[in-house]
């Protein structure tokens, strides 16, 4: 079974400040992992991937997530947040051979002006 | 703007009515995904269609009928809901192939259905 923990239910950060979102998964295997973000009204948007090879990866909007296997996370990051990143973020895993996508619960991110 | 299309964006309906949400994508992709999404929940899967047959049900009640006419196409008809049926319904696609796993799924903005 595949499984994705994220243990804070919103994450509050000042604008300018860096914010992280915290991701950790559970999986028999290599896992593939995903972020995504919801806005209000709005489907998921794919923010970032990670399948093998370098552990910090980069993605859409300034966006980036460490790979640390030891721990079995994948904490987002973002070095200065926006009050734009405000929104709902969902960390997701998949594995080889398997067509479901594991969901954690989410995170409301909130940026203070 | 996304590339995966759904169609209406809102829909209300009474519980005895019967309706149809539909979902497009244009990517070539060939596995399409059917969630079911509560309020600041994570999106539940319904159904998978891999290369238009039907893989995956989730255990959902038979007053949900997905259909895949073509590898462009899913649609998901609705018949007799009940009001805990109320959510964003969420259209997505991916490559098709079990492969593909590490390809991420495109979702679609969604369809608001209430029901009455």
């Known amino acids: 079974a595949q499984s994705v923990a994220q243990p804070e239910d919103q994450v509050n950060v000042a604008e300018g400040n860096p914010l992280t979102v915290k991701c950790t998964y559970s999986?028999?295997?290599?896992?593939?992992l995903f972020w995504y973000v919801q806005y209000p009204n709005r489907g998921l948007q794919f923010l970032l991937k990670?399948?093998?090879?370098?552990?910090l990866v980069k993605g859409s909007y300034g966006f980036e997530a460490e790979f640390n296997k030891s721990q079995t996370s994948f904490h987002l990051k973002k070095p200065s947040a926006l009050v734009s990143d405000s929104a709902l973020y969902f960390c997701?895993?998949?594995?080889?051979?398997?067509?479901?996508?594991?969901f954690g619960k989410g995170n409301q991110v909130v940026v203070i002006p | 703007d996304t590339e995966v299309t759904q169609t209406p964006k809102h829909l209300v309906m009474g519980m005895t009515n019967k309706k149809s949400l539909k979902c497009e994508q244009h990517?070539?992709?060939?596995?399409m995904y059917w969630y079911k999404q509560k309020a600041k929940k994570p999106p539940e899967l319904m159904f998978v269609?891999?290369?238009?047959?039907?893989?995956i049900n989730e255990s959902v009640p038979s007053r949900f009928s997905p259909e895949c006419p073509n590898s462009s196409l899913l649609n998901l008809h609705l018949h007799a809901l009940q009001p805990e049926d109320s959510a964003l319904y969420l259209c997505?696609?991916?490559?098709?192939?079990?492969?593909?796993?590490?390809?991420?799924?495109?979702f679609g903005d969604g369809t608001r259905l209430s029901i009455l």
């Open positions: 997505a696609s991916s490559q098709g192939s079990l492969r593909a796993a590490n390809q991420p799924q495109h």
């Open positions: 999986v028999s295997g290599n896992p593939y």
């Open positions: 990670y399948i093998t090879g370098d552990n």
């Open positions: 997701a895993v998949r594995v080889f051979g398997n067509n479901r996508l594991a």
């Open positions: 990517m070539g992709h060939r596995a």
């Open positions: 269609y891999s290369y238009e047959k039907l893989s």
